[in-house]
């Protein structure tokens, strides 16, 4: 069985639970990567606490529908922001509560055929007017597609739980050549 099909481990859901014991309640929205991180928060009990929404803008057309704009690459910070603030929009349309997130990502990531540019990943997390972003940089060729994916997604659950006050952070078993980074938008 594949690390994509796997079930979750005991630290996503020890992670997720704390989570949805939490007041956060959150839209998340993911493009490229992440869709695993979907399923991990909708396949603990809670979830319906946390997830108001959960959709994953895939092609082009559908990202700019919903994040209202056309970023310059669909694979960039920049990117992550406007999904993770037209979510944050979302949320506040869905919900009266007071502890709201909207969380994106952007991700380009192994595929069916030869990628000329690096994989990548960037997830950002909107909440009032602060959003923070994180950026992941893959080694090219040093984990296949569910590798990819999963990592991602522990990204995503990450920056999630930063939103909802955490410290309780999943493991993300970085290789030599993969970085993770930390800003403000």
């Given at each position: 069985?594949?690390?994509?099909?796997?079930?979750?481990d005991?630290?996503?859901r020890?992670?997720i639970?704390a989570?949805?014991?939490?007041?956060?309640?959150?839209?998340?929205?993911?493009?490229?990567?992440?869709?695993?991180?979907?399923a991990?928060?909708?396949?603990?009990?809670g979830?319906?606490?946390?997830?108001?929404?959960?959709?994953?803008?895939?092609?082009?057309?559908?990202?700019?529908?919903?994040?209202?704009?056309?970023?310059?690459?669909?694979?960039?910070p920049?990117?992550?922001?406007?999904?993770?603030?037209?979510?944050?929009?979302?949320?506040?349309?869905l919900?009266?509560?007071?502890?709201?997130?909207?969380i994106?990502?952007?991700?380009?990531?192994?595929?069916?055929r030869?990628?000329?540019?690096?994989?990548?990943?960037?997830?950002?997390?909107?909440e009032?007017e602060?959003?923070?972003?994180?950026?992941?940089h893959i080694?090219?060729?040093?984990?296949?597609?569910?590798?990819?994916?999963?990592?991602?997604?522990?990204?995503?659950?990450?920056?999630?739980?930063?939103?909802?006050?955490?410290e309780?952070?999943?493991?993300?078993?970085?290789?030599?050549?993969?970085?993770?980074?930390?800003?403000?938008?």
């Open positions: 069985m594949s690390a994509y099909h796997a079930r979750m005991d630290a996503a020890t992670l639970e989570i949805h014991g939490t007041p956060t309640q959150a839209v998340l929205a993911v493009s490229g990567a992440g869709s695993q991180a979907l991990w928060l909708l396949g603990v009990g979830a319906s606490r946390t997830v108001l929404e959960a959709t994953v803008p895939y092609v082009q057309s559908s990202f700019v529908a919903y994040a209202g704009t056309t970023p310059g690459e669909f694979a960039s920049e990117a992550a922001v406007a999904l993770a603030r037209a979510s944050l929009q979302r949320a506040r349309g919900s009266g509560a007071s502890t709201l997130v909207g994106g990502c952007a991700a380009t990531i192994a595929t069916d030869l990628k000329r540019g690096e994989h990548r990943a960037y997830v950002a997390a909107s009032g602060r959003t923070r972003v994180w950026a992941l080694e090219k060729g040093a984990r296949d597609r569910p590798g990819e994916e999963d990592l991602v997604s522990r990204v995503v659950v990450n920056a999630l739980a930063g939103a909802c006050g955490l309780l952070r999943l493991p993300l078993g970085l290789r030599a050549g993969e970085a993770l980074s930390e800003s403000e938008a």
